[in-house]
């Protein structure tokens, strides 16, 4: 199915209906970022995709970004952002930056877009009930980029238990109170992995995994452990694909059943990667 096509129209077929009754009652862990988020429009129809899901019975936990929101921000405050193989360095006056834009902004414009379609939605960060304990990524004074040192999942299973789906930005809390803020990638596939997410999903501005990184229709729709590894070795994967791709392998290893790239930018794609046998993403499994 071309991408024309796919982008306008989303069937229900017999195949559909077959997979959407595998589906209820699992959990799925989507994490929504890059230029997917942009757009308005395209905003919307995301959030009416993901509505959709939930209303089959599947319990969603959403994880989202916001980065070019956080860049905007930034170089209004005459601050320079910073990367380094993909990961957003993160001194003491960017990270109430961040704060400021995912739990303030980004997140409560998510919640309200499923409240406004009846899908009850709440907001969360990794502060909220201990979610999720941070820990310094380095050793360097003044860096407050995290990594996940613990999950504590039990608010997530509360409200996916009570028909609520949660909304969670990618900031946590040291043992020590500080403030850190954690690629929403590598944040997302530590809650999939604590509770035991059926499926890991990264909807974000990429097709998926390519072979050919200047050609958007050489995704590669079947990916092993083995084959990423080579993809690695010869430059394939790099840049900011290289934490998405280890966040799906990250969440495989603690028994997460599959994991998907998923272009958010096309009309009906998560539908087609979820509900459909063809698929249009890319999907990794052990």
Not at 40 to 62: H, M, P, R, W, Y
Not at 109 to 132: E, M, Q, R, T, Y
Request: hydrophobic content about 45%; proline content about 3%; charged content about 20%.
């Amino acid at each position: 199915m071309s991408n024309s096509i796919m982008s306008h129209r989303f069937y229900f077929s017999s195949e559909t209906i077959t997979l959407i009754r595998q589906y209820v009652g699992s959990t799925f862990v989507i994490k929504y970022g890059g230029s997917a988020m942009k757009d308005e429009i395209v905003q919307s129809n995301v959030i009416e995709d993901i509505a959709l899901l939930s209303s089959f019975g599947i319990k969603i936990i959403l994880v989202h970004g916001g980065g070019y929101l956080v860049d905007a921000w930034l170089k209004k405050l005459d601050l320079r952002p910073e990367f380094q193989n993909g990961i957003r360095i993160t001194d003491a006056k960017a990270v109430e930056v961040v704060e400021m834009v995912l739990s303030g902004q980004v997140n409560k414009k998510l919640v309200s877009l499923f409240n406004n379609i009846h899908i009850p939605a709440v907001g969360l960060s990794g502060k909220d009930a201990n979610l999720v304990i941070a820990a310094p990524i380095s050793n360097k004074d003044g860096d407050f980029t995290g990594i996940v040192s613990k999950v504590s999942p039990q608010i997530l299973h509360n409200l996916t238990a009570n028909g609520f789906l949660p909304v969670i930005s990618s900031l946590a809390s040291s043992s020590l109170g500080f403030t850190y803020n954690i690629n929403a990638d590598t944040f997302a596939s530590a809650i999939a992995s604590n509770v035991q997410a059926d499926k890991f999903i990264l909807l974000t501005d990429t097709p998926g995994v390519l072979a050919d990184i200047s050609n958007p229709q050489t995704v590669i729709k079947d990916l092993s452990f083995e084959k990423i590894k080579k993809l690695k070795s010869d430059g394939t994967i790099k840049g900011g694909m290289i934490p998405k791709v280890d966040s799906c392998l990250d969440a495989l290893n603690s028994n997460v059943k599959a994991a998907h790239i998923v272009d958010g930018r096309l009309r009906y794609s998560l539908l087609h990667e979820l509900l459909t046998y063809a698929r249009v993403g890319s999907r990794i499994v052990l």
